[in-house]
């Protein structure tokens, strides 16, 4: 929608954005070609998982925290079982780490999988949604879904179902997987990683809007891994820590247009997480052929063009489906499914990578293992700042535009991030005003 | 040209899990489009035709004044209006504050209260407009949703189960776990998942909600012979689906004699039952 607010005043607001997780908003105000104002807003209702926590045992973090996102429940799950973990003192080494591995693969997969077909691809291809490009594109949606469908076998294989796993616990599973179980699993994941590969060789193709900003990227780097849930977090400028210094380096604030909080880095402002900052700070970490096929396709050893971040998160899900095939070759069942967690008093965190990048949970639980407080940073209210600054270089190089075409851009360029609003509220609605003079 | 099913999917404080649900539908996602008409789904596509719709799909709890005022008029465009999942249909884990402080929630995540809206309340859509099927689950069964949709297209009724998980997982022959002393929730916990949590030997924890005629003293009672302390019996009825009868009235039954089973840190005053 836009609307003429004034001789040169000019409004572009999006009530409620599409193709996005949640509920969100977006309002740009234009004064000639100058950006006035630019706001993300997130009027997803609030559901105050931190404060419903408290009182809670330990051992149901990962089943409660999971509600908070039904698109990406496995990384709360991992958030939660390795912060609880940390508090107890426990480490889950061995098989039953390759498991969790392997059911956070199947989350990328189908993750990845959905945005870039079902909600990203109709950006670049000028569809309102995928059901509509199906009509011309029946093949590429086809594709889509059943690349999506290898993440869902996976997620219902480790953890009984695709959405809200009941087979995690502290300490690993309820039941691990038999061998054949496995070998089932493997045939459709070897189909899912050719389906993966011609889905870099097409997004790479793809036309892409010019943009570039300074970005800091921030994610985990492990010393041998591509990142899952452990490794110390680190930035494309000087940032390397352990979790446990989060509060340190990183706060959260609250703004009156948002029910999410703006996450910053102390000192130094917004920052950028998910695919492009995993890949740009651990891209020595992929497997050869993975790297190798992101040469084929010409993607840039740093990526700073979010438009592009479509070809990254295809390449994520080269790189799952080959992780997922490596754990399934060298599965040999877990003597026992789980190893025992005693709760003890103690303040701990974790961070693991959910699809759309770094989520930190904090808790401190008592000696009974009752929690008595919780923090949870998800990956949107990180990049809801960066997401903001995006969309106002973005304007500024494009005033040209028509106003439904720039709305539409605009709308691209808040999905470049896969935001996730269900997360963030603990977060979007887009508007673009325009004035004319002063 | 036959008319097909107008379709629309409504969203209100929920995870979006169920309406993933649909797009999880992998095999069965274009046909459905080519028999139902998806006129607004804000997950899926840009597009929206205006209402009035023949089905509403409704997902999640009404938690704001203004939600409450928009699901009334979601009612009034709608022919036929179905709750998917938990949050829709019982208030969902965010109904927890139902037993408790709201302002005290607030001040936890938030710095500056003020500038969040939020009802005291987590409620049903039911406790607000008519509905006219409730689809259990959180979150809800793909394969239900889709026998749920078939029936309404063939014009036949929907049968959405009502029994308990029990006679599901006699069905699978899975031996129950509460003979090897795990606490399951399977007694009176309605079926549609195919008895999931016992097939990975773990104790269902009720997220299909109560089973129509759910008798939760009896497995009350049961679970303490088992030497289930107060507090996780409280919490186990309190999660996903507190706020649905008779799950709700589980507080009067389980006496706080016990340490509080939630919500009594730092003496803010947060009771564990209602
Ligand atoms: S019922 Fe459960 S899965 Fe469905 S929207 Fe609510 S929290 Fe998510
Ligand atoms: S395991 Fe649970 S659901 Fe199955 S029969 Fe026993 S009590 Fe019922
Ligand atoms: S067994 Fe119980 S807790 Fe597990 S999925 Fe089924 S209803 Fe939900």
Sequence with gaps: MTEETGPRTKVIQVDYLARVEGEGAMYIRLNGDVVEDVQLKIFEPPRFFEALLRGRSFTEAPDITARICGICPVAYQMSAVHAMERACGVRVGGTLRELRRLLYCGEWIASHSLHIYLLHAPDFLGYAGAVDMARDHPALVKQGLALKKVGNAIMRAIGGREVHAINVRLGGFYRTPSRQDMTALRTEIAAGLSLARETVRWAAKLDFPTLELDYEFVALRHPTEYPFCEGRVVSSTDLDIDVAEWDDNFEEQQVAHSTALHAVRKGRGPYFVGPMARYNLNRDKLFDSTRALAEEVGLEAKVRNPFRSIIVRALEVVWACEEALRIIDAYAPPPQPAIEVLPRAATAWAATEAPRGLLVHRYTIDAAGLIRDANIVPPTSQNQKTIEDDLRAFITQHTHLADAELQWRCEQTIRNYDPCISCATHFLDLQVERTHGH | ?274
Aim: proline residues 5%.
């Design chain 2, 1 to 274: 040209m036959t008319t097909r099913l107008k379709l629309a999917v409504w969203k209100f404080a929920s995870c979006d899990g169920c309406q993933l649900q649909i797009l999880d539908c992998e095999d069965e996602l274009l046909v459905l489009a080519e028999v139902v008409d998806i006129a607004y789904f804000k997950e899926a596509t840009r597009h929206e035709d205006p209402g009035p719709y023949d089905l509403s799909l409704v997902e999640g709890s009404i938690t704001t004044a203004h939600d409450a005022e928009r699901i009334r008029q979601v009612r009034a465009q709608s022919r036929i209006l179905v709750t998917i999942g938990a949050c829709a249909t019982s208030g969902g884990i965010q109904a927890l504050k139902n037993f408790d402080d709201v302002a005290v929630y607030k001040s936890i995540v938030y710095a500056t209260p003020a500038y969040v809206s939020s009802l005291a309340t987590s409620t049903p859509i039911a406790d607000h407009v008519t509905v006219d099927y409730a689809i259990p689950g959180c979150p809800i069964d793909k394969t239900m949703l889709l026998r749920f949709l078939s029936a309404l297209l063939a014009g036949r009724k929907p049968d959405i189960p009502t029994h308990t998980a029990c006679v599901a997982c006699k069905h699978s022959g899975v031996a129950c776990l509460m003979v090897r002393g795990i606490p399951c929730m399977g007694p009176v916990t309605r079926a549609g998942c195919d008895a999931l949590c016992p097939k990975f030997a773990r104790g269902c924890f009720g997220c299909f909600g109560p089973s129509e005629t759910a008798n939760v003293d009896a497995l009350i009672a049961q679970w303490r012979e088992m030497g289930v302390d107060e507090a996780t019996i409280m919490r186990a009825f309190h999660t996903f689906q507190a706020w649905a009868p008779p799950f709700r009235q589980v507080g009067d039954v389980v006496k706080s004699q016990t340490s509080p089973s939630r919500g009594a840190s730092q003496g803010q005053g947060r009771q564990g039952h209602d």
